[in-house]
């Protein structure tokens, strides 16, 4: 059996502050383009593709930084994505940040199928950094003082033939991101990301180990939950900062299959066959066998570690 | 600040069927007269120890499988271990096939500290395998049919200095077992394997991709939960049946550090700086400030996956 699902990873080069929405979706529409023309199904681009990666700017009033966020999705900047997608019967993924007809901040992702339409939408749940500022790092990473944790949880959608969720940047560190989504059944976790080269807390801290550490979460995700994950950087320095790049896509079995080899725009694609997570699905990780849910409790029962008594 | 536990992972070679508990223990013995001569704190043997990977043959009566079994720990052919610990002032951990009082059997592993005592005791919750006889596997893994599943959870010990933790082979494929370690502060997950170099239901699997994905698990638990894992394999041709080698140190970077370069009896050691893993558990995996339990309900909730409708 197969099932093909075939997948464009369109990393985004960086984006720079004063790079316009409609610059910034013409390179999006460009790759959109190229992934159709290699014939892919799905398009994937990163965490927050509309813009540079804000989060690194203070703000002591926070609604400063609403232009950088999008009130509607579709709007008229991205409809282009959108047209595309449904005269040329082509899926996409896209983060941006979300501002809701509440007020409500959001980092979010969403699923547009074949048709142009939004069939799935996420909220990213683990937001890192802080929301004050912090003199004591190199950097700011102010996710928590422009977003709010999100509130869907982490669903999983039938659609374009297969059970495809998203998560968003640091989820990927946390297997219980991939663990919700695998207790759903998923074949493909959809994710971008803008990850610093640098540790804001920790100048020792080299690029290599936050690729080792950015790879190591995904491919653990990937085989732990026999699902397909691709992850989709937002690369490159964007006005002096610097991210990693190694968009990826990784297979059931935990091995990186693609991966970009710039930290430009560039479209990686892969033919993923989703009944290759069958094998792992019906053994090693049949859950249904070999989970014991009765020794989980702390994971839900507790936010933070309890050390045992010295 | 620096807090080393210097850590001796003593990989085991093949145990035969026909090996009695003396020869057995007399190399383990020799094992751990190599690392104290080392310096090392804390000896780690592997999974089972004492014997040849007995889950591999079937037997109709279960209790023929009864010799496989210790009664007590320590019993008279483990007694030189305990001693050479309390004379030589060096914990060890070890894995054994226990059957209890009442006669429940399970795969174990206890923890001795440096004088000699039993502080911790570990019973494999996460059984791989299957209970009845499988005629379309080219061999056998019947855990499931001569070992009730562990009715401890996974405790983490105050002990030697740091917060340890222990899990059994499988185990380590879970993120669910490091996570619950993690969530009591665990600084140290010590762990034994007997991993067969071939998968019984999938011929086309390669050695080499179970390796990635034995190590891939232990360094994504190890980064995740920014605890040092240890992981030991008993290793090489047991009675024409080949399991993995690959004893490991993991750094809490999800680094392996130390590793065997055979299939043998082979004492790999490391110091541990158990402070290394305090800037992952006050920045990235502060669980207390990014944690979002609200939303993992479905990992204690439900054990099987519940795929969406289609």
Redesign the interface.
């Known amino acids: 059996m197969s099932r093909i699902l075939k997948i464009g990873a369109a990393q985004s080069g960086p984006v720079q502050k004063a790079d316009s929405r409609e610059k910034t979706v013409a390179r999006l529409l460009e790759l959109m383009k190229q992934a159709k023309g290699q014939g892919c199904d799905l398009v994937v681009f990163t965490e927050l593709a509309l813009t540079t990666f804000f989060p690194r700017y203070y703000a002591e009033d926070r609604a400063e930084m609403d232009p950088w966020f999008e009130a509607a999705m579709p709007n008229p900047a991205t409809q282009p994505l959108f047209e595309f997608s449904r005269d040329n019967a082509i899926g996409f993924s896209l983060g941006y940040a979300e501002l809701t007809p509440e007020g409500e901040h959001f980092n979010t992702q969403v699923l547009i199928d074949k048709s142009g339409e939004v069939v799935g939408k996420y909220r990213k749940?683990?937001?890192?950094g802080h929301a004050e500022f912090e003199s004591e790092r190199s950097f700011q990473h102010l996710e928590k003082r422009y977003f709010l944790?999100?509130n869907i949880?982490?669903?999983?959608?039938?659609t374009m033939g297969g059970?495809i969720g998203m998560c968003i940047c640091?989820d990927r560190?946390?297997?219980?991101t991939?663990?919700?989504m695998?207790?759903?059944?998923v074949e493909m976790v959809v994710l971008g990301y803008n990850t610093p080269s640098a540790n804001s807390?920790?100048s020792t801290e080299s690029a290599d180990?936050r690729k080792?550490?950015s790879l190591?979460?995904m491919?653990?995700g990937a085989?732990?939950n026999a699902t397909w994950v691709v992850g989709v950087a937002k690369a490159g320095d964007e006005d002096g900062h610097h991210m990693i790049g190694e968009t990826c896509i990784v297979d059931p079995?935990?091995?990186v299959v693609a991966q970009a080899e710039t930290e430009d725009d560039e479209l990686v694609t892969y033919d993923c066959d989703l009944d290759a997570t069958r094998?792992l699905?019906e053994?090693?990780?049949?859950?249904?066998a070999?989970?014991?849910?009765e020794?989980?409790?702390?994971?839900?029962?507790?936010?933070?570690?309890?050390?045992?008594?010295?």
Chains 1, 2 share one sequence.
């Open positions: 749940v683990h937001l890192p944790p999100g949880g982490f669903p999983v959608w039938h059970n640091n560190r946390w297997p219980e991939f663990r919700v695998g207790l759903q059944g807390l920790k180990t080792h550490q190591l979460s491919q653990a085989y732990q079995d935990g091995y094998f699905k053994s090693t990780f049949n859950f249904a070999h989970r014991r849910i020794h989980y409790g702390r994971i839900t029962s507790q936010t933070g570690a309890e050390p045992p008594e010295e």
